[in-house]
């Protein structure tokens, strides 16, 4: 794939489908993409997906006045995400109901 085609919107978004882990979408009010919120759509394999938008801030998250929100959002995911696996590894684990 070309740099080209890396910037049209969706370019990715045959392997983003693939994805099947938690997903955490981040953008700034004012970010590249024009609408974040369809974004979502295309992590359909993900088995959680969590989107904010971040107010005053751009696609540099880190450099943006606002950027402890979007630490907050990732440090509270993290936790949220690890609790469903958690769960979901004890279910496995856990002999057949007879």
Do not use: C
């Not at 970010?31 to 540099?60: G, K, N, Q, Y």
């Not at 950027?67 to 002999?95: C, K, M, S, T």
């Amino acid at each position: 794939m070309s740099t080209t085609q890396l910037i049209e919107p969706f370019a990715v978004a045959k392997e983003a489908s693939a994805v099947r882990v938690p997903v955490l979408l981040l953008y700034g009010e004012q970010d590249v993409t024009v609408e974040p919120l369809r974004d979502v759509a295309i992590f359909r394999s993900a088995p959680d997906i969590a989107t904010a938008i971040i107010p005053r801030m751009a696609h540099m998250h880190n450099f943006a006045p606002t950027r402890a929100l979007a630490w907050a959002r990732l440090q509270a995911f993290i936790p949220r995400v690890a609790a469903v696996g958690d769960h979901a590894a004890a279910a496995e684990a856990a002999p057949p109901a007879s």
